[in-house]
Structures are given as structure tokens and as C-alpha cells.
């Protein structure tokens, strides 16, 4: 990974780029403090007026890496490896904002990340912020906050928005506040936590669940109401837990067609995790394991429940008589050996019945199939041919034999030399191909104590 190095910073050309510059750096300082992690910084200014402004503030910026040395920095016009969690982003107006979003994607941008949006030193619109969020809130951005700057004579001051997805009355809709004002004379934030939690209570909003059957986790209740019906389970208690703790209404949603998880990325698919890639539900619960494919499009939570399989199975068998001579070489090759001598005989016996025998067979008394097979397993022929052509090709007959049988004794000494034993089952797969037996034993879980 490539980092921007700041050794060659400019110095500040107006003392107010130094006040915002300060500022930043100082919420740089507080939040994205990290040595392993840099900040991805992203700019873009459509006005040219507005542009050096917005460069000598990002550079002074990156002047801050010889002070902060805990800080480090990522150009976003650099080739990157993985999506960034710590963003800063830099703009002149909703206009190149917009252009920005468009190349916002999941293998750029951690969406659970800290975004920190700096416009430039001039008052915005109370509108234009909350587009700017609605917006971050489409993608499911939720710790964001937006830098705007009054820097004049008589009044030098630095407004800090945010969001909060849900507040009494208002369910899933970016409204900006005011969450601090920094003054030139006093840049300290250690009074206001900016990213403070987003989701400590939804304010009794409605949360649209989705899930299907799949006992013991999810269970629902045939005898109610068949659009809203009973739901009970592991899981299903989990939900109402939360949502009493963090005071939101739960409403179930089902997979249509009683699909179940589904093929994530598959168009058209009715599964439970398209529904959640989709955004047509807000929480998917129904045994959701963790796995590799999924966490490419979805950023899994932490996991509430650990299955631990267990597997005793035997040792490997004993090889058989008959697989110790076929170990050496691989069914494949084996076909194809057989093949070779199928196809010799059929020749042999084309040529027997063509006005090619003469050419090939020196009487009627030779035996060129035995002949054949003699030479196959290395045994002597019984008769010798006198013509050419005859000799030419059981020449090369006896030279293909001669390497496939090296080739085979050698393999089948090294083989009888080591453990006589199929390997253990490591795989599944293993245990189907061998056809053993499952033998399951009852596992009771422990939900939860109860407490004295």
C-alpha cells in the first residue's frame, strides 16, 4: 500500500486555512488516531475560485504528519488493497459531492467507518447538508460529519452537523444538527464525543425483520394470524430483547415461496440475504452463518451463537490385494491404458480381415493378438516376424510396454513401502466417499443462567 508523504507541505497562504486546518487535525487527532490504520483523503472542487483555497487547506493537512506522527495518510487516487474505516473528504459544494458518491463502493469505503466531510470556508445551506446526508444515509453511512466554516472578520467560526437516523418522530430520515460550533480563540472537542453511538435507541421505530422458518431459531405459530403470526425461537427472543433495549418495533417479514437463505448476488433471488443486500428489510435473522462469499457484499455483526461439530471417526482401512496393484497409477490413467490395447486388438483384427494382412502377418499360423498381449505384460513372443513393416510397429509395441511398465514397478515399489492405510477422513466429502455411518448424539444449548 502506497502512502502520501507530506515532507514537501507548503506553507499556509491565509492564516484562516491554518484556524480550519488546526481543527481538522485536531478531530484527526481525537477519532482516527491509529498507526496501523491511515485516512483515505478524497477531494474534489468543481469551482476553480474555490480550488486553491481547498489545496492549500488539505495541505496543510498533511503538513500535520510531522507533528501527529500517529497519523497517516492515503491519497484516494492511489491504488488501494482493501476499503478504508477512517475518511476524510474534501469538497467545494453538493455539486462535487455528488461526483465523489458515485465511485463510493463497499471495496473503497468501509460503510461503518468514520466519514468527516470538509467544505470550504464559506457558509452552506442548511438544505445543501441535508442532502449531503440523506444521501450518506442511502448507503447505509451512518458516523458521519460535516465541517462548515464561516471565517470572516467579525465572526471566525467552524460548524460541526451530524446526523441521527432516528429521532422522536422522524424514522430513517437524515435531519442535520448543530452539534458543536468551534471558535478561533478555542479549538478543544474534548467537551462533545462527535461520534458518539447513532443507534443507542430508535425512539419506538418500526424495524422491518426478515426471516423463515427454521427451527429451533425461528418458529412460527400455523394457528394465528397468517400475515403477522406468532413467532417464537432462539432468535426470535434474541430480537425481542433487543428491541426493548433499544426500544424499536419489530415487523416480521417472510421470504416469499418459503425460500430460505437463498445465492447471494444471484438476480431474482428470494432469499433471506438478498432481501438484507437489497435493503428490503432492515434486520435478517434465521441461523445466518459467517462465511467468506457473504462477507464480500455484507459486513457481518458479531455472532450470537458458535456451533461446535465434533467428529470421531476411524482410522483408515487397509488396502485390498487388488488396490495395492492399482495404486500406482490413477483411474485415468488406467483407462486410458486400456484404451491403447483395446485399440491395438481392434487394429489386429482389421488387419486380419483386409488386404493389409499380407503386409503385416508373415502366414496364417502367427498369433499377432497373443503376440500383443505377451508384450504387455513382458513375456516373450511365440513367433517372430520376418517382413519390415511387421517389425516396425511391433517395435514400437514393445517400446511403449517397456516405459509404461518401468514406470508402473517402480511406482508400485515405493508404494508397497509405505503405510498400507487409506488416508483419515479430513472432509465431508471424504465421509461420503468412504460410506460411513453417522451416529448423532443429542446436544443440549445453554441459552441463558438464571440468575438467584
Known sequence: MNFYECKDALEPISQ??????????????????????????????????????????INQVLRSKSEKPNLMFHMANILQRRPFFYNLIFVDGYAAFVHLMRNFSSAMYDFSGLYTIVMNDAPVNFDVISKIFSDMWSLGIANTILL???????????????????????????????????????????SVNLFRNRFKTFHNCSLTVGTFEIRPF???DPTEDTEQPKISGFEADLVKIVSERLNFHPIY????????????????????????????????????????ERYELLKAGTSHYTAKLVFAIPAGRLYTPLEKLLRPFESKMWIAIGLCISLAIVAVICIENSDLKHYFLDKDGDHPIMNLINIVFGNSILTSTEKCSARVVLFSW????????????????QYLQQEQQWPQVETIDDIEKEKLTYYMSDVDVCIGEKSE
Open 398 to 413: 514393445i517400446y511403449y510396454c517397456f516405459v509404461v511398465r518401468s514406470v508402473y514397478q517402480s511406482l508400485l515399489f
Open 148 to 190: 462548515n466554516a464561516h471565517l470572516r472578520a467579525e465572526q471566525e467560526v467552524i460548524r460541526i452537523f451530524s446526523y441521527f437516523p432516528y429521532t422522536p418522530g422522524y424514522c430513517g430520515v437524515a435531519n442535520p444538527i448543530l452539534i458543536h460550533s468551534v471558535y478561533f480563540n478555542d479549538i478543544d472537542n474534548s
Open 16 to 57: 484562516n486555512s491554518n484556524f480550519y486546518s488546526n481543527v481538522i487535525v485536531e478531530i484527526l487527532q481525537t477519532y482516527y488516531s491509529d498507526s496501523h490504520v491511515p485516512v483515505q483523503i478524497n477531494w474534489l472542487a468543481l469551482d476553480p475560485n474555490k480550488a486553491t483555497n481547498q489545496d492549500d487547506l
Open 253 to 292: 417479514r417472510f421470504t416469499p415461496n418459503k425460500t430460505q437463505w437463498g445465492i447471494l448476488g444471484k438476480p431474482n433471488d428470494t432469499g433471506l440475504i438478498n432481501m438484507v443486500y437489497r435493503g428490503e428489510v432492515d434486520i435478517g435473522i434465521g441461523c445466518l452463518s459467517l462465511t467468506k
Open 218 to 220: 425461528i418458529i412460527i
